[in-house]
């Protein structure tokens, strides 16, 4: 046997992994609360004597950790044009599993700085300009964070041609170059970049973040959680060379502050005279929607869907959502105990999925031209996707996880949203996901063949 | 001497995708840098693009007949998003119906274009005047 140990430092629970390497086999999970105001390993040995009790003692041999403790990373970038390369710096850095405090477009102003500064970001990403295009913007924000002081690390990835420029203004900070986000118009670049913010958080950040403790216990890959779950998605859905994945899929993770939504799908559009609109999509694409979740954002879901359709799907009656929702929102550790409030979790669990989808999903547009009907297309278009795999403790902890599920269908009430038209439901029951994305560093097929086992099939809806 | 880059593609819901790749390539060969927003553009994503890329030039096409009213505002939306002085051609068959084009052109120069151009023109014709008005030297 070659017990190996997943941890996940989350923000309230450490959760720990074990997986046998030699037969490749899941061996148990824990969870136990995350101590990184003391120690973060005193909450990793509770967790960890947990996962003993079930298992029995085991020898680990390696340890890999990911993090999202502390806040996470935490980002602050800045682009020129809204739509364009301020996009792909917030593409950027949410593919590399931060968490994007705020996204700036055009010249920083003094406002801007101070709220920079009271943010105190883990890293700030500079973009702006197609190499040869715009310099003016990317320098002035360049002179501005210079002249705004402030210790943290800044990552430059605009147009090549001011590059140099921008790492001498701010000459004295840790500043780091990458290539451009966005080379050429409409191309994006967003990889370089996503490297480069993960070594700054191997590097810097687990340090600043009270984990170093815990990284001299570990073999190695010290990464945010979401990044760690984004190679799972990839892994399961591409496969390894000598083992096929399950192909194009979507994940939605309902947490109680954001509700997070991947794809790992082409979505090019249905026909083919259809023309594309907008950025390029990345294949693997990550979206994070901060207004929208169980509790912390819990306001959000019921502005986004409206109060009568949570009433109307959870069987409650409007005025006493609004009182519980009001509850809940203030109250953020209440868990469902009563059938009321189970039966409202699970409407608000739903609609917090079918805002976020829509939001990650592309659009059609028709238009009536000389020559007929032309269709556009904006964002992915992930109708023909046919699995979505499913975790955040809302969602795993419910038996009707499907049905919450399939409000990440395809709704005829909204039917330029593309959105899956029919698919399988694939649920983290085990909250297992993050730890096997760490695992397909060194072990991709035993983390993919774990992944296979242990996702429980919910049903197919349309 | 670097290239000068250019903005094309054909505006509004003209979907005539066939002269746009013939101006991207005479464009190219030509020697200028060209951006190609393809067809269906609207004034946004010329001015979006000429910002990131700091572009020399919009040289926007329509073929459909309704190009004074998606041209209109061009040159106001152009200035306020800090792109005062672009240089802005249209061309193709930018009016409905056989109007004199030296009325039409009138048109478009009020609205603030500096070259407007008449059905049947030939790239060499465009690329001629991008030239004279960008001072590139052959």
């Known amino acids: 046997m070659k017990p190996i140990l997943l941890i996940d430092f ?6 720990v992994t074990a997986v046998d390497a030699d037969e490749g086999r899941l061996l148990g999970s824990a969870a136990s609360y995350t101590t990184v105001e003391t120690d973060v390993n005193d909450g990793l040995a509770n967790a960890v004597a947990l996962l003993e009790k079930q298992t029995g003692k085991l020898e680990f041999q390696e340890r890999y950790a990911c993090s999202s403790a502390a806040g996470g990373l935490r ?31 055009f010249e920083l102003n003094e406002d801007d700085i101070e709220e920079i500064l009271a943010e105190k970001p883990d890293i700030f990403l500079l973009v702006g300009g197609t190499d040869g295009g715009n310099k003016a913007c990317i320098i002035n924000n360049a002179k501005a964070l210079a002249a705004a002081g402030g210790n943290f690390p800044i990552v430059i990835a605009g147009n090549r041609n001011a590059a140099r420029e921008c790492e001498r203004i701010l000459a004295g900070r840790q500043v780091f170059v990458c290539e451009n986000v966005m080379p050429k118009f409409g191309v994006l670049n967003i990889e370089p970049t996503q490297q480069c913010i993960r070594d700054i958080f191997l590097g810097r950040i687990v340090q600043a973040k009270g984990l170093t403790k815990a990284s001299e216990l570990i073999s190695g890959i010290m990464m945010p959680t979401p990044s760690a779950f984004l190679a799972a998605m990839k892994l399961l859905a591409d496969g390894t060379k000598t083992e096929s994945g399950i192909g194009e899929l979507i994940a939605v993770d309902v947490g109680g502050a954001t509700t997070d939504i991947y794809s790992i799908a082409s979505g090019m559009p ?50 006493r959502v609004k009182e519980l929702v009001d509850y809940l929102g203030s109250h953020t550790d209440t868990l469902p105990t009563t059938p009321e409030l189970e039966a409202l979790d699970e409407a608000l669990a739903s609609h917090a999925i079918r805002t976020a989808v829509t939001r990650h999903a592309g659009r059609l547009e028709e238009t009536y031209t000389m020559m007929g009907l032309a269709y556009a297309q904006t964002g992915k278009n992930l109708k023909s996707v046919n699995r979505i795999v499913v975790t955040g403790g809302s969602l795993i902890h419910t038996r009707n996880t499907g049905r919450i599920a399939s409000f990440a269908l395809y709704d005829q009430n909204d039917p330029m949203s ?22 397909s560093e060194h072990y991709p097929e035993i983390a993919l063949k774990i992944m296979k086992e242990e996702l429980e099939k919910d049903g197919t809806a349309e | 001497m670097s290239k000068k880059t250019l ?98 052109e009138k048109r478009f120069l009020a609205m603030g274009f500096n070259r407007a151009f008449a059905p049947g023109t030939a790239p060499e014709v465009t690329i001629a005047a991008l030239k004279e008005d960008l001072h590139v030297e052959e």
Do not use: W
Not at chain 2, 26 to 55: H, K, P
Not at chain 2, 81 to 86: D, R, T, V
């Open chain 1, 418 to 439: 593309l959105k899956p038209v029919k698919a399988e439901f694939l649920v983290d029951r085990k909250y297992i996901l993050a730890a096997m994305g760490l695992l």
């Open chain 1, 270 to 319: 249905e026909h083919p005279g259809t023309i594309l609109k907008g950025l390029p999509e990345p294949y693997v694409k990550r979206t994070v929607e901060g207004d929208i979740g169980m509790r912390y954002s819990i306001h959000g879901i019921v502005e986004a869907a409206g109060i009568d359709a949570i009433a109307e799907t959870s069987g409650i009656d409007a005025e």
């Open chain 1, 10 to 15: 989350g923000s309230t629970y450490t959760k």
């Open chain 2, 7 to 104: 903005v094309i593609g054909v505006i509004g819901a003209d979907v005539h995708a066939v002269g746009n790749k013939i101006l991207y390539h005479a464009f190219t060969d030509a020697g200028f840098e060209v951006i190609n927003l393809g067809v269906m553009v609207s004034q946004e994503e010329y001015i979006a693009a000429a910002i990131e890329s700091n572009a020399d030039a919009i040289v926007i096409s329509s073929l459909y007949g309704q190009g004074e009213l998606d041209c209109r505002g061009m040159r106001e939306k152009c200035n306020e998003a800090g792109l005062e002085g672009m240089l802005l051609y249209v061309g193709g068959n930018i009016v409905i119906g056989k109007q004199p084009f030296d009325e039409v």
């Open chain 1, 75 to 105: 980002m602050i970038a800045s682009g020129l044009v809204p739509e364009l390369t301020a996009e792909a710096a917030k593409c950027a850095s949410l593919g590399a599993g931060a968490k994007v405090i705020k996204t700036y477009s």
